[in-house]
């Protein structure tokens, strides 16, 4: 449910469909670690929930969309099937490890708790679709100007085409690449609340330039 550099999310229901065709013991385990807190506000009448009996878990993450702390991701899985995300590997710490034990920090348990306490589910729907608008607009005038890029429509992630980004404009605006090596293919944008129309727009008018 949104991969890091794309915001991409997979059709589900013909990944499941496939694997129910060939009738196979299958379980599904959902990677929404950056979507798992945009992605159900954005797209209410969705495919990732619970309600979709084939979903047998869930992972997001705290420390993207919400800025939480580091470390303050999140693991669902129906009842009846803790036992089997257990492991034996850290047997160093007493007890089997269900939740907080060990070393780990409650306070970010507390971090994660309040900040979805303080906004409420209305209040994310918000702050959320705000966010996809903003990139919905961003790819609206890249479209208009002739600059290839990839969007999905229920994320706040915009991801360009590396020929219309020099050396000068990805230091300028910290944008970041699909690799670290040498010839990035992409770069890609994250819509957050600091990006603002001001930026946004003064980079479009810089990309423009570059022709
Ligand atoms: C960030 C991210 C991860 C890694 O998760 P962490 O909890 O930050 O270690 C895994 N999958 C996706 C899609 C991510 O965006």
Not at 5 to 29: A, Q
Not at 55 to 68: C, V, Y
Not at 145 to 151: A, D, F, L, S
Not at 155 to 182: F, M
Request: hydrophobic residues 35%.
């Amino acid at each position: 449910m949104s991969t890091t550099m794309f915001g991409s999310v997979d059709d589900i229901i013909r990944v499941t469909n496939y694997f129910e065709n060939l009738e196979l013991n299958y379980k599904v385990h959902v990677d929404g670690a950056f979507g798992g807190f945009i992605y159900p506000f954005t797209n209410e009448e969705n495919s990732y929930s619970f309600k979709n009996e084939r979903i047998t878990s869930f992972t997001l993450d705290g420390h993207k969309m919400l800025q939480s702390p580091y470390g303050t991701g999140v693991f669902i899985i129906r009842k009846g099937f803790m036992n089997y995300g257990l492991t034996e590997e850290a047997s160093y710490v007493q007890g089997n490890d269900y939740t907080i034990c060990g070393s780990r920090s409650g306070a970010n348990a507390v971090a994660l708790w309040m900040i979805l306490k303080i906004h409420g589910s209305d209040g994310l729907k918000v702050k959320m679709r705000s966010l996809a608008d903003k990139t919905k607009t961003l790819s609206v005038q890249f479209t208009k100007k002739g600059i290839e890029h990839y969007r999905n429509p229920f994320i706040n992630i915009i991801t360009i085409r590396a020929k219309h980004i020099s050396a000068q404009l990805e230091k300028k605006y910290s944008l970041v690449p699909d690799t670290h090596n040498q010839n990035p293919n992409w770069y890609k944008i994250v819509v957050m609340d600091h990006v603002k129309k001001g930026v946004l727009d003064e980079f479009v008018m810089d990309l423009e330039a570059m022709f």
